[in-house]
Structures are given as structure tokens and as C-alpha cells.
């Protein structure tokens, strides 16, 4: 079963922080995503990405990096945290074939900024 | 681009009873739609998929959905539910799956003994 591991799970930071949101998975996966989840809004895509190097933007980029390091590893990063980023943050993976599209997600990174 | 509704934010029910939840989408075109499950504190869970072919399609714990083109829905649906289905809901669509799902904004589904 395809795993996909976030960390930190629970990370505050102050206005204006720097902050990196790491997501792992090991099946092998060449798509991987991240999105936030809030209340009212549900999930929403940020950014993805189709192999290592490779970033596509999403639907809320705005204030957000990513890097794709290797197949396995996927980063968020926050360069100047605002509150308005206080959210749950998933990460997720997915083969990216139509008869298969299923997204494996990791357990969330719940974000604070104060 | 598509989007996703679910008219039901909450829904209650007893253990035993059948549910329904509803989902609605809006695209002209092909179209890629799943259902996941979020228990309390966890990350989304697979529930099942439908891209094409018989419209029914079955997923795991006993729950099942049928889409249909022309009222564009895909609702979710289990004959009879247990506690550990309370959970939240979501419906996704893609119509091009390698650039991730759009969802819904969930059901909030309560079972009661």
C-alpha cells in the first residue's frame, strides 16, 4: 500500500517565519500534490508537481514554494508565514493514470502563525 | 474548468440505516470522479473511482455510487451503516487526473447507535 509520510504534523510559527512542510512517499509515485484544507473552503490545490525538478502551479499558489527533490520528496515552503496561512496541510501521491488516478494521502501537517 | 458540489454539509442517521450523499458537478466534457473518506484527525482515504463503464461502481466497506450524465451526480450511497462510518465526505472530479482532483467541500456524515 502506497505510503506517503508528512512532517512535521503540527508546527506554530510567528509572522513573517520561515517555515518547510517535508512529504515523503515510497510507492514510486511520479505525481505527487499539496493541498490545504479549511473550513468552508474544503480542499484546495496549491501546487504539484510530475517528477523530480518539475512544479506546476495550482489553484492557490499565492505565498507558496515548492521544491520536488527526488521522486520521493516533495517540499512547502512558507518564506514569510501570514495567519492567513494557519491551515491543515496534505500532502498526496498518485500514479497519474486515468484508470488508476486514486491520490494516496499523507496524515496532514497542521500549520499555526501567529 | 470543473467544479464540485455537495448540497448537504451534516447529516445525521441511526446504525443500520441507508444514506445517500448527494454530488453534483459541472463540466461539459469527460470526467474523472472519486469519493474519499476523512475520519476525525486523518488524512482522505480512497472510497472509489469512476471514469467510465457501467455506472454503478463499487467501493470498499460496502459503499457504492452511481453517476449519471444527465442530472451531472454522483451520489454516494451504503445500504446500511455502521458507527465507524461517521466521517467526512468528499467528492472530487478531474478532468485531467495528473493535475490533481477538485472537491467538494464534504459531508459530515454522524452515525448514531
Known amino acids: 500500500e502506497a505510503a506517503v509520510t508528512q512532517s512535521p504534523r503540527n508546527k506554530v510559527t510567528v509572522t513573517g517565519g520561515n517555515v518547510t512542510l517535508s512529504c515523503r512517499q515510497t510507492?514510486?509515485?511520479?505525481?505527487m500534490y499539496w493541498y490545504r484544507q479549511d473550513t468552508g473552503h474544503g480542499l484546495r490545490l496549491i501546487h504539484y508537481s510530475y517528477g523530480a525538478g518539475n512544479l506546476q502551479i495550482g489553484d492557490v499558489p499565492d505565498g507558496y514554494k515548492a521544491t520536488r527533490t527526488t521522486q520521493e520528496d516533495f517540499f512547502l515552503l512558507l518564506e514569510l508565514a501570514s495567519p492567513s496561512q494557519t491551515s491543515l496541510y496534505f500532502c498526496a501521491s498518485s500514479e497519474g493514470v486515468a484508470n488508476t488516478g486514486q491520490l494516496y494521502f499523507g496524515e496532514g501537517s497542521k500549520l499555526t502563525v501567529l | 474548468t470543473q467544479t464540485v458540489s455537495q448540497s448537504d454539509a451534516h447529516v445525521t442517521v441511526f446504525e443500520g440505516d441507508s444514506v445517500e450523499l448527494r454530488c453534483n458537478y459541472s463540466?461539459?466534457?469527460?470526467?474523472?470522479l472519486s469519493w474519499y473518506i476523512q475520519h476525525h484527525g486523518r488524512g482522505l482515504q480512497f472510497l472509489l473511482k469512476?471514469?467510465?463503464?457501467?455506472?454503478v461502481v463499487q467501493g470498499v466497506n460496502g459503499f457504492e455510487a452511481e453517476f449519471s450524465k444527465s442530472d451531472s451526480s454522483f451520489h454516494l450511497r451504503k445500504a446500511s451503516v455502521h458507527w465507524s462510518d461517521s466521517a467526512v465526505y468528499f467528492c472530487?472530479?478531474?478532468?485531467?487526473?495528473?493535475?490533481?482532483?477538485?472537491f467538494g467541500l464534504g459531508t459530515r456524515v454522524s452515525v448514531f447507535p
Open positions: 510507492n514510486s509515485h511520479n505525481y
Open positions: 463540466y461539459g466534457g469527460s470526467i474523472y
Open positions: 469512476y471514469y467510465s463503464g457501467n455506472p
Open positions: 472530487a472530479a478531474s478532468i485531467n487526473y495528473a493535475q490533481g482532483l477538485t
